[in-house]
């Protein structure tokens, strides 16, 4: 499954750039559930990507991630989910 979910992101200051964020996921993962909740509820837009698709689970091996959640925040990556990590590299 690939989606966007576009929602305003309303913490970000006056003229920041926004940085693009895709989320790996696989089906039965509750830490992915926990980075997708946080990401709704910050409303931060990100595409969603399932690595139980083809599509998915080659994206995620060519940016080097094994396991999931694997999020990618601009250039950087984020193996695993923690929300200090994710906002150090989000606004960072």
């Known amino acids: ?18 940085k693009r ?3 790996y996921t ?8 926990t980075a997708k909740r946080y990401l709704d509820e910050k409303k931060i837009p990100y595409r969603l990507c399932s690595v139980n698709e083809p599509r998915g689970s080659k ?4 940016i080097g991630g094994r396991g ?3 999020l990618k925040i601009g250039d950087q990556i984020l193996r695993g989910f923690s929300i200090k990590s994710f906002e150090n590299m989000y606004r960072g």
């Open 21 to 23: 964020v895709v989320l």
């Open 59 to 62: 994206e995620l091996a060519a």
């Open 26 to 33: 696989q089906k039965k993962c509750p830490n992915c559930d």
């Open 1 to 18: 499954m690939l989606a966007w979910y576009n929602a305003p992101f309303y913490n970000q200051p006056c003229g920041a750039k926004m």
């Open 68 to 70: 999931v959640p694997t």
